[in-house]
């Protein structure tokens, strides 16, 4: 067993170099800012507040569904950080190029990924013509916090998968 984690924690530092130095640009160095900004707590309290100040009804309801999977992820992802307590690759990995950007402690899963994908499921159930978009978008959020050297893949991944099932679970809910 011991043999296949050193092989998969071996493969996800291999990645996470190559995306935090191999693509390293000056203008994506800007442009991943951005994206991990998007799936920040300002960013999703802007977007929410947004929604719910619009006069269209299926916006407003979008804002509480949003809302309501943000909070359910949130907690989810913190318990997981708490119970797997795995270091962000920035602060093992003396040699990454990284961003300050405000983060916790731990790094498995990526909250902000998370986010993303939770937002981007929840815009797929109630704006399919955007789903792609949407996802996108996440996808995106998530190579981010990579680039950033925040997280390694798996956090990203994992965080996806989370975010994903709980705006699933949310959204199949009638609020």
């Given amino acids: 067993m011991s043999k296949y984690k050193d092989r998969f924690l071996k493969a996800d530092e291999k990645v996470l170099r190559f995306i935090n130095s191999k693509l390293r640009t000056p203008i994506l160095n800007a442009i991943m800012i951005l994206f991990t900004m998007i799936a920040s707590v300002s960013g999703i309290a802007v977007l929410v507040l947004s929604l719910y100040l619009s006069k269209i009804p299926k916006l407003r309801h979008l804002s509480y569904k949003i809302s309501i999977s943000i909070i359910i992820t949130a907690w989810v992802v913190k318990v997981i950080?708490?119970?797997?307590?795995?270091?962000?690759?920035?602060?093992?990995?003396?040699?990454?190029?990284?961003?300050?950007?405000?983060?916790d402690k731990y790094s498995f899963p990526s909250g902000h990924t998370a986010a993303a994908f939770t937002m981007?499921?929840?815009?797929?159930?109630?704006?399919?013509?955007f789903k792609y978009?949407?996802?996108?978008?996440?996808?995106?959020?998530?190579?981010?916090?990579?680039?950033?050297?925040?997280?390694?893949?798996?956090?990203?991944?994992a965080g996806g998968i989370i975010g994903s099932i709980v705006a699933t679970f949310v959204n199949l809910i009638k609020i």
Avoid: C, E, M, W
Wanted: hydrophobic share 45%; glycine share 6%; proline share 5%.
């Fill in 120 to 129: 981007a499921v929840t815009v797929s159930f109630l704006f399919p013509q």
């Fill in 133 to 157: 978009y949407a996802l996108l978008v996440s996808l995106l959020v998530g190579v981010s916090r990579i680039y950033l050297g925040v997280h390694y893949p798996s956090d990203v991944i």
């Fill in 81 to 103: 950080k708490h119970i797997f307590t795995r270091i962000r690759p920035y602060v093992k990995f003396s040699n990454l190029n990284t961003k300050k950007i405000g983060i």
